[in-house]
Each structure stands twice: as structure tokens, then as C-alpha cells.
């Protein structure tokens, strides 16, 4: 069956970006000018996705209204003659992409945020891609997965490696075997394990191709790490009965759920933005020359 539909779950309460998320989504912070959560619809795109869930949550109505048209500000800028500026506006509504928005009452994990796209997703293979991350790749690390699953018609878990000691930010595979290269058979799926009980240093990264059994599963999940109901645990379970695959993403990952990573990823992005390129690069390269001489006359101290 074609993979048609995805879930983003957007419902967290971004508590590591207070005070900016106290009133606004973290899912509508910009990296340089556009909101995370579009490069994520714009990924769903690229890789054949017709139509979204996107699960919310309390203060989260400016996702929608992203999405919407402006009619108001459309109006002004076609008087003021900005046509870029216009078409820009118009291309986020006009992205050719079904959105449906439901809410999480309450926030009680990501598998429960997952739940609520049952109805949804009826019978069909899904994907599920979690804001914090975005996907550099050639082929988007969405469209990879499906392209697995077209073949195997296997639930398919991106994963990838990160240094030993970041081990219990993540949902950590047990590997079995590498079937193909990059395809590995999975023998267990540990949420967020102890760093010296992780079973090995491949971490899930926020892309997931479900089996739309993982909801009959998720509706009797237990909740696990953070008292929680995870959709990794509730993986696990699903590998016990039929095939999870998990697939090696080597592309490049920017981690923008957390200050750093977001900062390193709007300077990166930064500077292949068109307008502002230029002038970023000369002010890191001054910036940097200015940061190598303090660094320089401290250790002369
Ligand atoms: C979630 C998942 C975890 C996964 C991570 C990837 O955790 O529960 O398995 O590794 O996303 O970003 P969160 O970061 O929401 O705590």
C-alpha cells in the first residue's frame, strides 16, 4: 500500500526554550526566517506525502494559522508592489499538502500523541516525524523510509549513531544483524537507556514508517520512561510479532530542539540564505579572528 500519510506530533510544552515558547510554539521558532515545523511539511512533501496530521496542543494555534491564507497582509503587499515578498506568503498555503490539526489534551508522551492519529491513519502504513530534528539528505530521510518499506512492507525506524555518552537522550536499538547495507534487523528497541545499559550507540532519530498495528498496541501501552507512554516501548512490543527494521540515516542531522544545536543550524543556515549570506560570513570571519586573539591573550595570562 503507497505510503500516503504522516504525523507530526507538536504537542510538547518546549520547556528547554523558555522563556520564548512560554506563549509562542517551539515548533514556530524560525531558523533564520522560516518556523522549524516548515522545513519539516516541506520534507513530508518532497517525500510524496499527501496528507498530515499535525497533533497540537494548548497555545499552538499559530501553527494553523501558518499554514493559512493572510488575505490582510497578501493585500498589502501586492499594493506595496513587495511581489517576492507576496509569493512567498502564498507558497506556504499553496504548499499542495493536506493538513488536518487534532489536539493532545493532556501531555502524556509521545505514543499517546501518536494515538491520536488512529482515525486518521485507518489502515495504511504512516510515517511519523518529530520536530527537533531536521533531515539533510539527497533523498529526504522521509522518502528513504518509504522507500524501504516498499520493499519489505516492514515498519522502519531511522537511527544513527551519536557519541556513547549522549546514549539516554534517545530511543536506542539492540542490533541483531545488517541485512542490507544500512538495513539492520533489530532485536530489541530501549527507551532512553542508562549509558552503561545501552545496547549499542544507535540512536532514534525522529523518523519513524509505522505499521498501522502499532495503534492496537499503543492503545494498552504502559507508561514507561518518565512515566510516559512511549512509542518506543510500544515499537518493541510491535517487533515481537512482526518485522521493525531499522534504517541508518547518513545524512546530516541538526538537532534544533536544544540552544546550541539550534544556534549551530541558524548559522549554518544562514549562510546559504541568498540575502544574507554575505554579509554573515564576513561578520563569523571577524567574529571568529576577534575570538581566536581573546582566547590567545587569556592563555598568555
Ligand atoms: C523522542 C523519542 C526518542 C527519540 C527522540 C529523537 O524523545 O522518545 O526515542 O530518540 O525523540 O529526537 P524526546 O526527544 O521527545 O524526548
Keep these: 500500500m503507497k505510503v500516503r500519510k504522516a504525523v507530526i506530533p507538536a504537542a510538547g510544552l518546549g520547556t528547554r526554550f523558555l522563556p520564548a515558547t512560554k506563549?509562542?510554539?517551539?515548533?514556530?521558532?524560525?531558523?533564520?526566517?522560516?518556523?522549524?515545523?516548515?522545513?519539516?511539511?516541506e520534507e513530508a512533501k518532497k517525500s510524496g506525502i499527501e496528507d498530515i496530521l499535525i497533533v497540537t496542543g494548548k497555545n499552538k494555534r499559530s501553527i494553523e494559522d501558518h499554514f493559512d491564507a493572510n488575505p490582510e497582509l497578501e493585500q498589502d503587499l501586492e499594493e506595496k508592489g513587495k511581489t517576492n515578498?507576496?509569493?512567498?506568503t502564498q507558497s506556504i498555503t499553496n504548499l499542495g499538502i493536506n493538513l488536518y490539526f487534532t489536539r493532545q489534551p493532556h501531555p502524556a508522551g509521545l505514543g499517546d500523541a501518536i494515538l491520536r492519529a488512529r482515525s486518521f491513519v485507518g489502515d495504511e502504513p504512516f510515517a511519523v516525524m518529530l520536530g527537533d530534528d531536521l533531515m539533510d539528505d539527497k533523498v529526504p530521510l522521509t522518502k528513504q523510509l518509504i522507500n524501504r518499506y516498499n520493499k519489505t512492507h516492514a515498519s522502519t525506524?531511522?537511527?544513527m549513531p551519536v557519541p556513547h555518552e549522549e546514549v539516554s537522550k534517545y530511543g536506542v536499538i539492540?542490533?541483531?544483524?545488517?541485512?542490507?547495507?544500512?538495513?539492520?534487523?533489530?532485536?530489541?528497541?530501549?527507551?532512553?537507556?542508562?549509558i552503561d545499559k545501552a545496547p549499542s550507540d544507535y540512536a532514534i532519530i525522529g523518523r519513524y514508517l509505522l505499521t498501522p498495528e502499532i495503534f492496537e498496541i499503543l492503545a494498552h501501552q504502559k507508561p514507561g520512561r518518565g512515566g510516559e507512554v512511549q512509542l518506543t516501548d510500544a515499537i518493541d512490543t510491535m517487533n515481537k510479532t512482526q518485522r521493525v527494521f531499522a534504517h541508518v540515516f547518513n545524512g546530516e542531522r541538526h538537532?534544533?530542539?536544544?540552544?546550541?544545536?539550534?544556534?549551530?543550524?541558524?548559522?549554518?543556515?544562514?549562510?546559504?540564505?541568498?540575502e544574507i549570506k554575505d554579509e554573515l560570513r564576513q561578520?563569523?570571519?571577524?567574529?571568529?579572528?576577534?575570538?581566536?586573539?581573546?582566547d590567545k591573550s587569556k592563555k598568555k595570562k
Design 157 to 159: 525506524i531511522a537511527v
Design 23 to 41: 506563549a509562542m510554539p517551539k515548533e514556530m521558532v524560525p531558523i533564520v526566517d522560516k518556523p522549524t515545523i516548515q522545513f519539516i511539511v
Design 174 to 194: 539492540e542490533p541483531a544483524s545488517e541485512i542490507e547495507p544500512g538495513l539492520i534487523n533489530v532485536k530489541s528497541f530501549v527507551e532512553k537507556p542508562d
Design 85 to 88: 515578498l507576496l509569493h512567498l
Design 255 to 274: 538537532d534544533v530542539g536544544n540552544k546550541e544545536g539550534y544556534l549551530e543550524t541558524s548559522i549554518e543556515y544562514g549562510l546559504s540564505h541568498p
Design 283 to 294: 561578520y563569523i570571519i571577524k567574529m571568529g579572528a576577534e575570538l581566536e586573539k581573546e
